[in-house]
């Protein structure tokens, strides 16, 4: 099994198939229209696949966020999905080490990886920290802008520091742009 890395631009018709049925068989209680992302393209992916048949995927958001008002450089990990068939074999782990790889590639360009998730003790294992912060996004739904909200968060949102600048706990984040 093999990890590919892939600019978002450059997938062709039958690779967003086969994410697209991905995502429904990974996330049936979401309705994803038919389309390979849950709200917005991500910037790139790794692909994992088994010979020719995709059996995972984890889209990277690259962005500048602020915390206390200070620019970062996040890469984020949205609409991770390893198929069914496939899970508690490694593959997560798999693609998460992969994505390390990669950040300490372009670590002068990366501040943090950052992820939103439930599965905490999963995510530690590859030294991700949950972190509680006052964040602002924009509100995205169904391709609708809703506008800007905030809010505290203390129980889903999990960082690992790739370069030199510090995470600031109990800050101001603002994802400048859409949540994850």
Same mark, same amino acid.
């Given at each position: 099994m093999n990890v590919e890395f892939v600019d978002e631009i450059a997938l062709d018709i039958a690779t967003k198939s086969h994410i697209a049925d991905l995502m429904k068989v990974c996330f049936p209680e979401e309705d994803f229209h038919g389309r390979h992302y849950?709200? !917005?393209l991500p910037h790139y992916r790794l692909l994992l696949k088994n010979k020719n048949q995709l059996? +995972? !995927? %984890?889209g990277l958001d690259y962005r500048v966020m602020t915390l206390n008002g200070e620019p970062i450089n996040v890469l984020g990990v949205i609409d991770f999905a390893i198929h069914p068939q496939f899970r508690n074999q490694?593959? #997560?782990a798999q693609m998460l080490n992969e994505l390390e790889q990669l950040a300490h590639k372009f670590r002068t360009n990366i501040d943090f990886l950052f992820l939103v998730a439930d599965q905490h003790d999963f995510y530690r294992k590859f030294g991700f920290e949950l972190? #509680? !912060? /006052?964040?602002r996004w924009l509100v995205t739904e169904e391709h609708i802008n809703y506008g800007m909200k905030? +809010?505290?968060?203390? /129980?889903?949102?999990m960082y690992k520091q790739i370069g030199s600048k510090p995470w600031v706990e109990n800050g101001n %984040?603002?994802?400048m742009g859409y949540w994850y």
């Open positions: 849950f709200k !917005q059996i +995972g !995927q %984890l490694g593959r #997560a972190t #509680a !912060q /006052h964040v905030e +809010g505290f968060f203390d /129980h889903c949102l %984040l603002d994802l």
